[in-house]
């Protein structure tokens, strides 16, 4: 548990004179003034004020409001933080790289579409910081040969499953790297699982099929 405690009083030469019976509340930037928490005067006409903080969650940075020139309150101009210092009292741009310990920062505490492209430097995420998977034909199995690789004159559809799984459909690339025209036939999810359909339509000069397949999660 956590207080917080302030007194209100005027100077009369050299003597202070306390405030009694100011409303003060303490608010989270953006509250209103009917969200405040309300400190009470611990002592009748004491000009001392006093609010106790339970929780974890109430900790943090508050502006200090009271009915001076207001009654529905307004701002005093003053701010106090009241147990750990919570993002609310941070202002921005006051982090920067050089106050961040190598991983502190993890995913788990980054917010969905907190970062955008535009956040990164160029060259900064490269492929093995992404999730990917990569397969070639020795993984692909012919429709009719049922062999691996396929075979480009006894096939016209090469079957692909991808070893990891995936929450929705992940972005393929097809990289052909044979003398016949292969194209993505079909992608599928099932459940977890994605299944890849390579066609094969006209077979040139090669005799065995060469490609490299790029999965990458969304």
Not at 9 to 23: A, F, H, I, L
Not at 126 to 136: A, F, I, N, T, V
Not at 181 to 195: I, S
Request: proline fraction near 4%; glycine fraction near 10%.
């Amino acid at each position: 548990m956590y207080k917080f405690a302030i007194s209100y009083y005027t100077m009369e030469g050299t003597e202070r004179k306390p405030q009694s019976g100011v409303d003060i509340r303490l608010l989270r930037p953006g509250q209103s003034w009917p969200e405040g928490k309300k400190l009470i005067e611990t002592t009748p006409n004491s000009g001392y004020y006093e609010i106790s903080i339970e929780a974890e969650a109430d900790c943090g940075f508050y502006e200090l409001w009271d009915d001076h020139g207001n009654p529905q309150g307004q701002f005093s101009g003053k701010t106090c933080t009241i147990g750990k210092l919570d993002a609310r009292g941070l202002q921005t741009n006051c982090i920067y790289g050089n106050h961040i310990l190598d991983g502190v920062v993890t995913g788990s505490k980054i917010a969905n579409a907190a970062i955008g492209t535009e956040h990164l430097q160029n060259g900064l995420l490269s492929l093995s910081k992404l999730q990917y998977e990569l397969q070639d034909q020795n993984k692909g199995v012919g429709d009719n040969s049922h062999s691996s690789p396929a075979n480009l004159h006894d096939d016209k559809i090469i079957t692909h499953v991808l070893d990891k799984e995936y929450p929705e459909l992940p972005h393929i690339i097809l990289t052909n790297q044979c003398d016949a025209f292969l194209y993505l036939a079909k992608v599928n999810l099932d459940g977890n699982r994605v299944t890849i359909l390579i066609g094969i339509s006209q077979v040139y000069t090669a005799t065995d099929p060469f490609y490299k397949l790029l999965a990458l999660a969304k």
